[in-house]
């Protein structure tokens, strides 16, 4: 999608600091970190939501890589949050399917 800004992180079109990418998925520094390790992981392919998800395949991709990275990463033993916020009262600003990464202080629950 032309105007979406994590499709033109995916394409390259925009420099980010990314820290993994493969033929499906691509993981970057959240630009307004809420943790002291803040990742997104996101299909390159434009989807818009986890709502919107058509194929199981995407699923294994982004959860794989999500939690190979915090094992890489180390953030395993101190433990680590994953988010996918749907819609609009799930609190997704970006549409464009992402998973938050997050780690390095303690998470509540419930979330705000
Ligand atoms: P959500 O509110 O779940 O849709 O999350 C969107 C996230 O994208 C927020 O945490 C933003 O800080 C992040 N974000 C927006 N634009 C960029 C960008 N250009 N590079 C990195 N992260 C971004
Ligand atoms: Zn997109």
Not at 64 to 72: L, S
Request: net charge negative.
């Amino acid at each position: 999608m032309s105007d979406c800004i994590f499709c033109k992180i995916a394409k390259g079109e925009i420099p980010t600091d990314f820290v993994y990418q493969d033929e499906s998925v691509m993981v970057f520094k959240d630009i307004n970190p809420q943790a002291p390790t803040h990742l997104l992981v996101i299909p390159k392919r434009h989807i818009v939501s986890a709502a919107e998800v058509d194929d199981l395949s995407v699923w294994a991709n982004l959860m794989g890589r999500a939690v190979e990275v915090a094992k890489r990463l180390n953030l395993d033993t101190p433990g680590f949050r994953m988010v996918i916020n749907t819609g609009e009262q799930g609190g997704q600003t970006v549409s464009h399917l992402h998973l938050h990464l997050l780690s390095g202080r303690h998470f509540g629950w419930p979330p705000g």
